[in-house]
């Protein structure tokens, strides 16, 4: 199994943070799974704390066997990403994630500015349908079998999704004891 992120970080992916950040994770996630809920809230934690020293991207990989929703919100996501609002949704989608059914889901686009006839032509038409796809492979190329999965640094991080546990991979991934100190 890899243990490599396959495709490395492009200009596909939606990423926060700068480009030349020492630390660079990626999560596949589903909005719809729990547990990446509970990841979400280490991210951001992560994110505030390391500020330019981490750049995030997030691909989607959504169990739809276990969660029905994931796919949908996969794609709202991706549509919101269209009209340049990716980050918002994503926060969106996993602040309610008990509320991802389609009117919810245009709720949302309205909520944050988006152009809703646009975004519900492009779930109508599963106009994104091919990124997440792509996510989907990636994930798989990358030996990914469940939600959440990270990388850092394109490796894949066996640990667990606390403060602690991530900030370990970080450190070792840059070598520096002191580069990716708790946040407070």
Avoid at 107 to 132: K, T, W
Avoid at 139 to 166: A, I, K, M, Q, W
Wanted: overall charge negative.
């Amino acid at each position: 199994m890899s243990t490599t992120l396959r495709p490395p970080v492009n200009e596909r992916d939606h990423i926060a943070g700068p480009a030349d950040a020492p630390i660079t994770m990626v999560e596949f996630g589903d909005y719809e799974c729990p547990i990446c809920r509970q990841a979400e809230t280490v991210i951001r934690a992560l994110r505030r704390h390391l500020g330019d020293r981490m750049r995030f991207a997030f691909r989607n990989f959504p169990i739809v066997p276990a969660h029905p929703h994931a796919m949908l919100a996969a794609e709202a996501a991706e549509a919101a990403g269209a009209q340049g609002k990716f980050w918002p949704m994503h926060d969106l989608l996993f602040d309610h994630q008990d509320a991802l059914e389609a009117p919810n889901l245009v709720e949302y686009a309205g909520l944050i500015g988006l152009d809703v006839e646009v975004f519900v032509d492009d779930l109508r038409n599963h106009r994104h349908l091919d990124h997440i796809r792509d996510d989907l492979q990636s994930g798989v190329d990358s030996g990914v079998t469940g939600t959440p999965t990270f990388f850092v640094n394109s490796r894949r991080h066996e640990g667990g999704y606390d403060v602690d546990s991530l900030l370990a991979a970080m450190r070792a991934a840059i070598g520096d004891e002191r580069g990716a100190e708790e946040p407070r």
